[in-house]
C-alpha cells in the first residue's frame, strides 16, 4: 500500500531526531569538560572542541580547594532534599482534598489555585511579607514559599481522581480515617506522580538563585547557583585565574567550564533513579480525569 512506506520511515526519521536533540543538549556540557580539562594555551586560543587537548586538571584541584564552593553545595542539597519533601507534602495533601467530592468549597480553591497561572505576587509586597514572618535571611526562605506549584497540584490531583473511588471506599469499611485512606491507600498507589513531582521540583529547586539574591545576606547560606554567578558575572573567576601561582595552570575560561560541571553534574545524578517513574507519572497525572 502506499501509505506502508511512509509509516516505515516515520519510526527511522523520529529516532534520528530525538538523538540529533540529544546531542544538541549534550554537546555543550561536552565541550565544557573538554575546555577544563585542557592546557591554558589551547583555552585561550579557542582551539578546544569536543576532546582536551594538553590534559590538564588543575580546575578541578583548584575548584575542590575552594572551602566556599563546599560549603555553597551542601547548602544547594539541604534546600534541594527538605524543600522537595516539604513541596511533596504540601502538594500530595492539597490535591487529595481537591480530588476528594465531598471537600466543602473545592471548586472555588481550585479557581483560586489556577488564578496563580495568570497572577503572581509582586517583589516588594513578597518581599516585606517574607521579613515579616522571619524568614529572612535563613534557608526557610528558599524552601517554604515555593513549596507549592499550581502546575504540580493539578497533576497530582487529577492522579489521584484517577485511582479506584472503590478502594476508597473499602478503606472506610475497613475504618480508615481520611488521613488513614490518604496514607495508606492514595501514597503508595502514587508513586509515578510523586516522583515526577520530585524531579520537578528538585530541578527547580536546584537551579533556583533569585531568592538567594533577594532574600539572602549571610554569604554562608548562599546556594551553588548563586555562588556560580558571582564567579561568572563578577568576574571574580578572572581574579582567581589571574593569580600569581595559578595563572600558568588555567584561564577564566576553564575556571567557569569546571565550575559550571560542578554545579551541573550533582542534579544529573538524580535523573536515573527517578527516569523510570517520569513518563508514566507525567502521561498518566496529566490525562486521567
Known sequence: MPGRKGIRLFPTFNALFFVILCLSMIAP?????????SSPVYANAKLVSFWPKGFNVEVYRTIFGMGNMWNALWNSVIITVFGTLI???FTSTLAFSLSRPKMTGRRWVLRGIILTFIFSAPLIPN?????????????????????LNAFNVIIMKTFFQGISSEMFEASKIDGCTEFGTFWRIAIPLSAPVIATIALFH????????????IFIR????LPLQVLLRNLIMEEQAN???STTELATLLTPEMLKAGITLFATVP???????LQKYFVKGAMVGSLKE
Open 29 to 37: 556540557m561536552i565541550h565544557l569538560a573538554a575546555v577544563s580539562l
Open 87 to 89: 513541596a511533596l507534602a
Open 127 to 147: 518581599y516585606l511579607l517574607i521579613r515579616s514572618l522571619g524568614m529572612e535571611n535563613t534557608l526557610w526562605v528558599l524552601m517554604i514559599p515555593g513549596a
Open 202 to 213: 528538585a530541578v527547580g529547586q536546584w537551579n533556583s538563585y533569585f531568592n538567594a539574591i
Open 218 to 221: 549571610d554569604k554562608s547560606l
Open 239 to 241: 581574579q582567581m585565574a
Open 267 to 273: 542534579i544529573l545524578i538524580v535523573y536515573p533513579f
